[in-house]
């Protein structure tokens, strides 16, 4: 796999998943990172599509990668903003 190269979604998307994992930590722009009582999602940003990681908390391993584009689902992540200190 090239690291530099840019990946459109459909090329991440068919990556192994180790290697889907160390691209977006090298080259895409880490956004958020929130956690439940089992799982940690980290989201990142890459070439016009986001990237969901669900890392299990105990093992410290990914265990699923969802790719999207659209704002449609960064509706989890935005609950979690708060501005109030910016006024």
């Known amino acids: 796999m090239e690291y ?3 990946y459109n979604q459909q090329e ?3 990556l192994e998943l180790k290697d889907q994992v160390i691209l ?11 956690r ?10 890459l070439n016009n599509f986001y990237i969901e990681m669900w890392e ?6 990914i265990m699923y990668v969802r790719t999207f584009k659209g704002t449609r689902g960064l509706t989890p992540y935005l609950s ?3 501005i109030t200190a910016l006024y």
Request: net charge negative; charged share 20%.
């Open 56 to 61: 299990d908390i105990i093992d410290c391993e």
């Open 36 to 45: 439940d009582s089992n799982y940690r999602t980290k989201l990142y940003y």
């Open 24 to 34: 977006s930590s090298l080259v895409g722009s880490h956004l958020m990172t929130s």
């Open 4 to 6: 530099m190269k840019i």
């Open 12 to 14: 991440f998307d068919l």
């Open 80 to 82: 979690h903003i708060n």
